[in-house]
């Protein structure tokens, strides 16, 4: 094995390493907003965890993406510790696939069709499938198939490149020799943890371990503690990805090590137990790609269904294990959006809309909460308008900065849809909370000049109330629910608002001149009536914005104009329900 050899091997797994990131971030992206629905049918049933985190990890082939997207998603509060310990399990059997693929590499015929299963024959089709699915396809689903397809063929060429680099070393004595302090089981273990924490992929280096196999040189005695060696070495991901998160975010990676660690010293105890007591007679033989598939995957089962009733043991100690003290607690907070979830966009998007969500309904409360003040003031309302108005000052400075952030990553046409969406309302729900302030204000005035609203005004403000109180139901339901069918009743109902104030300041005005009102309440009701037009245009924008992503559109002025000019049937019957449902007195 010459120096040409170790540069080929060094080049097999760059394009091993890159070929796999690609197809990762490929599936993931195709996955979209389906691993984040997938991540919320999370139950306590532990099998029903298992299944979640075996799946997920198919999905995106690589368990150290899906352990970051746990402490992601713990350090944000999104997912307790109990929830993981499931998903932690099924992702170590998940990752077991990636061996079984590369084990085909070792598949000898002189069948043509068996030939075909082997990667160095069918890769180049697929390459060729895939660059042509990603350069002539407008469409970005079938560009990501593309990826899938480029990023696994460029994995089995780097697989096909390290395999010959190393078939040099079956001649080579040296190379013996070496295996020879390899049959150690404990320096074969600390060799596979070592091996992958360094290049932070278990699957690469199982198919290191894979391509050294076909030399012949590679037995049982030392493929099987590598291998489970490996499984340790793959959590160095998790552990970096856990600097400086809360308590509980870093127990997902103690339990994520504790797991392969008490595993690892199991199956190690039993295996060699078993061969002192029975002698086994295949500990010395040669092992091949396919054996080391089934090797990894024996283990990584049995490791599960050995620890998976003790799920809560493994919480215990990772509690234990992670100091709780003093100044950890104050440090402790949960993180409102973790930039971890980046690395994971479409988690990341479908968080920013549970976020807005949030602020949706913060915005709706405070504005219903302004209008309970403003015939009978209450401080303890006021201040919690006051508070709300913050928070919602605070959650679109912090949603906007990290979707900014996120929009500079590659996102799918849906997710990028829904990240422009964001953008456009979460400013609608904070400027709603600045009214509800400006109402508050008035009611204070009010209240501190002992002023009131006559009793017409009130039973006209009362109707308005009511109006303004189910355009706020509906827009933000419609948002929740991103229910189109609710969105289309919110403009008809923005029109009756309209007309309400219009008509309720004209009747103000008329009651100042027959001495009926205060005139000092005339600039009051004024800016009340000019604030509620604003919050039902707010919401009215909101709405626009849900029918129009639908449409994948974003000119709300032009949906607005066409809406009013085609004056549809449905609107119309809307429009007269909504008119005959908030009628003012004829006083």
Known sequence: MDIFSVFALCGGLAFFLFGMHVMSQSLEKLAGGKLETTLRKMTSNPFKSLGLGAAITVAVQSSSAVTVMLVGLVNSGIMTLDQTVGVIMGSNIGTTLTAWILSMAGIESDNVFISLLKPENFSPIIALFGILLFM??????????????????VLMYGMELMKNAVA???????????LVGFTNPIVSVLFGTLFTGIIQSSAASVGILQALSMTGSISYRIAIPIIMGQNIGTCVTALISSIGVNRNAKC????????????????LAAFYGLDALIHFSFVDKAISPVEIAFVHSIFNIVT?????????????LANKIVPNSKDMQAEDKTVWLDERLLSSPPLATSQCRQKAKGMAKISKTAMQDSLDIM??????????????????????????????????????????????????TIGDFERIGDHAINMVKIAKDM?????????????DLVTLFAALTEISELAVNAYAKNDVSLA?????????????????KHKHIQRMRNGLCKPELGVHISNLLVFIERISDHYSNVAVIIIETAHNSLDKHDYLNELRAERSPQFVENYNNYKHKYRLTEQ
Do not use: W
């Open 136 to 153: 002539l396809s407008k469409k970005k689903k079938r560009q990501d198939m593309g990826l899938i397809m480029l990023g696994f063929s």
């Open 168 to 178: 040099p070393l079956a001649e080579m004595e040296g190379f013996q020799n070496l």
């Open 252 to 267: 997902v990676t103690v339990v994520h090590m504790s797991f392969n660690i008490i595993g690892t010293v199991v199956c």
């Open 304 to 316: 599960t269904v050995i620890l998976l009733p003790f799920s809560n043991l493994l919480v215990k």
């Open 375 to 424: 015939f009978k003031y209450d401080n303890k309302i006021a201040d919690k308008v006051e508070k709300a108005e913050q928070t919602l000052d605070s959650m679109e400075d912090k949603l906007s900065t990290y979707m900014l952030k996120l929009s500079q990553k590659s996102l799918t046409e849906s997710d990028s849809r829904t990240i422009s969406e964001l953008l456009h």
């Open 447 to 459: 209240n501190e000049n002992s002023l009131e609203f006559s009793d017409v005004a009130k039973t």
């Open 488 to 504: 289309k009743k919110v403009e008809p109902l923005e029109e009756v608002i309209d007309e309400l104030t219009s008509k309720i």
